[in-house]
Structure formats: structure tokens, C-alpha cells
């Protein structure tokens, strides 16, 4: 049995993740009290046509104790064999209780005496020890619906199995670093094609930014450099069984530099890793 556990803040996007998932097949139980997790998943590995692919979505709705020892859940739940991931959904604070005010949606913890923003921060406290456990964090702070949905699909359910899921992501350091990745390259050293009037409107994917920039010794000696180090680290992670990895590129406005180098190396790691996804944060 492989087991997905589905977790995140509230307003982050779970919802639409468990959709992603029951679609493609995973036979899915939302909130599932944490304390039943083990003995349903004991019973279905017993049961003569056990449960293949599992998805349990589990937030702040389950008693905090059980919260508390999801760690351990997950390691007996292991130990009788079945293979597990946690999915988890991270927004920023501030996003969510912009999503809830316009929405008018109540938080689950909020109430006549405690605030949405109140609220907010006592779940971040909640789910900790979820968020800990995570394999893989999907930041849906500037996520769409459609985004996250086709993020979803991409790295769970078309992984296949025993295979690392990387993820390339450019972003400008203008609108904030990406939570949750493992590696953040800064190329705003590089030439910035912003300064030139003719390509101030293209992006790293149109080919006079790539004509300008592949001109640039600085650009191949730092894409060299990357390469080089993701080629000879990620093996290690490999090894400690990792399944997936995000590294993140940034710009100044994540429009050129950080896009262009991005589309490089995907077309360099390619060959060896053919999980690998990349995506463009500020490119809409």
C-alpha cells in the first residue's frame, strides 16, 4: 500500500489537492481522525484485496494531541510496511487571512474570542510537527487553483516510483524568496537584461534575451558552476531516499536571468533526472 498523507494550513489549497488525487485513482478519506489512521491501514493490508494507493487528508480539525505524534504515527505505520508520503500546503500568514476576509469563510479555530489572525498563528503551532514530517511542501502563496492542481499531478501523481521529483523554480527576490526549497541560487550578479530597452519586455524564454545572455561568459561560467553542484550533491540526497527536491533560481524580477538559467538546466539535467519539472514563479 503507498499511503499519502494530505496536510496544510487552512485556505491553502488542501481541498483541491484530495480532488487532484481522488481524480487520478487514490482511493481518499478526508480528515480522518489521526487515531484510526494506523488501524485502518493495518486492516487494509490484512484484507484480501487491500487498498493500493491511499490518500488521508488530515488538518487542524483532529485533536492537537494527535497532532503532536504524528511522527511517530507515520514510523509505526511504516514499520507494517506501508509506504508513505506527506503532502503539505504552506501559505504565508498574511495570504491566508487575506483569503478568508475576502472570502468571509470562518477559520476553524476562530471564534467570538479568538481572531482570524489569532486563529492563523495558533494552527501554524498546531501543525508543526505535520509540516516537519513533510516530503514534499507546496508553497500556494501565489498559487491559483489551476496552478496548483497541475503542480499536484506533476510531481505525486506522475512520479513514479523510486524516482526523484525535482523541481527547477526562477522567482524575483523583489516579490520574496520561495519557502521550502533546498537550494536558492542568486544569479542577480549576472548582466541584467533589464537595462537593455529592447529586451525590457521579454522574458528568459524569448530568444533575444537568449541571444544576449548566452553571450555573456559570466552567464555560462555561472550555469557551469550550478550545474556542476546539483550533478554532484543531488546523488546524496538520492541515497538518503529522498523522493523529491525543489531548487529555486532568483532574479532580480525573475523575468530573465533566473528564467533563463532555469531552462538550462532543465535541458542539462534532463538526461538524468526525467522527473525533473521547472517552473517560472513570476511568469504568468
Known amino acids: 500500500m503507498k499511503l499519502i498523507v494530505v496536510s496544510g ?65 507515520m514510523d509505526d505505520i511504516r514499520a507494517l510496511g506501508a509506504e508513505c508520503e506527506v503532502l503539505f500546503l504552506d501559505t504565508a500568514a498574511a495570504v491566508l487571512q487575506k483569503r478568508f476576509s475576502e472570502t468571509r469563510r470562518k477559520h476553524p479555530l476562530s471564534s467570538a474570542n479568538v481572531s482570524l489572525a489569532e486563529a492563523v498563528k495558533q494552527e501554524r503551532v498546531m501543525l508543526g510537527a505535520v509540516r516537519e514530517c513533510a516530503d514534499i511542501c507546496i508553497e500556494t502563496s501565489n498559487t491559483n487553483v489551476r496552478e496548483l492542481r497541475a503542480i499536484v499531478a506533476d510531481r505525486v501523481v506522475r512520479r513514479k516510483r523510486g524516482e526523484l521529483s525535482l523541481l527547477l523554480m526562477s522567482f524575483g527576490f ?71 527536491m525543489t531548487i529555486a533560481i532568483g532574479c532580480t524580477g525573475g523575468q530573465h536571468r533566473s528564467v533563463y538559467c532555469v531552462e538550462g538546466l532543465h535541458r542539462q539535467l534532463k538526461s538524468r533526472y526525467p522527473q525533473i519539472l521547472s517552473r517560472h514563479r513570476e511568469l504568468k
Open 9 to 73: 494550513y487552512s485556505g491553502s489549497g488542501k481541498s483541491t489537492a484530495l480532488n487532484v488525487l481522488e481524480d487520478a485513482g487514490y482511493y481518499c478519506i478526508d480528515n480522518l481522525p489521526l487515531m484510526l489512521l494506523k488501524d485502518f491501514v493495518s486492516q487494509s493490508l490484512g484484507h484480501e484485496h487491500p487498498i493500493e494507493s491511499l490518500v488521508v487528508g488530515i488538518d487542524v480539525r483532529n485533536l492537537s494531541s494527535g497532532l503532536e505524534s504524528f511522527p511517530r504515527l
Open 174 to 244: 523583489k516579490y520574496g524568496a520561495p519557502a521550502d526549497v533546498d537550494f536558492i541560487f542568486d544569479v542577480r550578479c549576472l548582466p541584467n537584461p533589464h537595462w537593455e530597452a529592447h529586451l525590457r519586455e521579454c522574458t528568459g524564454r524569448d530568444q533575444p534575451v537568449i541571444d544576449y545572455l548566452s553571450t555573456q561568459p559570466e552567464v555560462g561560467q555561472m550555469q557551469a558552476d550550478i550545474s556542476d553542484f546539483l550533478q554532484r550533491w543531488i546523488p546524496r540526497f538520492e541515497a538518503e531516499n529522498r523522493s523529491y
